[in-house]
């Protein structure tokens, strides 16, 4: 498994998935970080459980590390990590709190795709669900949307959620 890293890294973030990386890298650019300079690379596991696979592949390898992860994944990262960082309940659960359901269906719209969220919420089961979870759904339904999303969300936030804010102090 080739988790990207390269000779110059010195401090590994771990994340779940591509979303939570492109998130990380959006709001760290955001911020004046030039992460590749600093020696950092953030890592997408490709899902939580292969945080073991990348501490032993890199067993003995000098490096910091820092974690993201979704709330429910707190236990994985609580073995492995000394210092992580917990979304609750998730990334996209983070985004759609500190932007609001208006400002989410701004990004979707401008992002083209507010006639496809409108079918999404009229079908039965998402009918009487509240619009955050809708929107929650929304995102994952689709092969590529979650990490299309993280990006275009965390590009249009004011304000950075408190466990992304603390992880980019932490670098």
């Known amino acids: 498994m080739d ?6 890294t010195r401090t590994a973030v771990l994340v779940e998935g591509t979303s939570d990386k492109v998130a990380v890298e959006v709001l760290a650019a955001r911020q004046g970080h030039d992460l590749r300079l600093e020696g950092v690379t953030v890592v997408a596991l490709g899902g939580v459980t292969n945080i073991g696979n ?26 492995a990590l000394g210092t992580y960082f917990v979304c609750d309940p998730d990334l996209e ?10 400002g989410v269906e701004r990004v979707v719209d401008e992002l083209g795709d507010l006639a496809q969220l409108r ?6 089961f998402q009918r009487t669900r509240p619009p955050e979870d809708q929107l929650h759904r929304f995102m994952g339904t689709m092969s590529g949307r ?7 969300l965390a590009e249009a936030l004011e304000t950075i959620p408190r466990p992304l804010e603390e992880l980019l102090a932490a670098l």
């Open 93 to 102: 659960g983070e985004f759609i709190r500190a932007l609001g359901v208006e």
């Open 146 to 152: 979650k990490a299309k999303y993280a990006r275009a």
């Open 54 to 79: 990348f501490l032993t592949l890199f067993r003995g390898v000098d490096l910091r590390y820092v974690g993201l992860c979704d709330a429910r994944e707190r236990r994985y990262f609580e073995r």
């Open 119 to 124: 079918v999404f919420q009229n079908q039965p």
């Open 3 to 8: 988790f990207g890293l390269d000779p110059t």
